[in-house]
């Protein structure tokens, strides 16, 4: 039993197909801290937010969340099956996202157009994964990323939308 124990993670080579996928899990990994740090800032305004919209934000960042959790978990697993290490330290999540902290007190409304302006974010680097992976014959990554991208254009929208007065 302790020998189970006494297994360290390593890179794996795949024969799918998939070409470079040193880059490929490079950019998945990079999005992953997006992911991650977007899922956190999601949870943190549906927990902070407050006003007459306060139920719909706190519905609607609860249902974003949840998703973006669900995919960090898809996309640190499409790392795996590249044959690659998905980040492992907090640190190296910090140091890859695009994802910054807002400063100071947030309004509402502040929190809608910085949870937007970041979804819109990470489409953008979704959208250079697609461009990536052109001739590296990569399908399950491309499916993947276009349907991240979909989400987060539509995370984007609907905050955006709901914030209209």
Known sequence: MKDALNVTPTDDQIATGVRDTGAIADALS??????YRLMFKTHAYHWNVEGPLFYTLHKLTEEQYENIFEAADDLAERIRALGHLAPMQMSDIMARSQIVDAEGALTAADMVENLAKDHERVAHR??????????????????????????????AWMLRATAKS
């Open 126 to 155: 979704l959208h250079a994964l697609i461009r990536l992976l052109d001739g590296r014959h990569d399908p399950v990554t491309e499916d993947l990323a276009t349907a991240r991208s979909a989400f987060h254009e539509q995370a």
């Open 30 to 35: 990079n999005i992953l801290a997006d992911t």
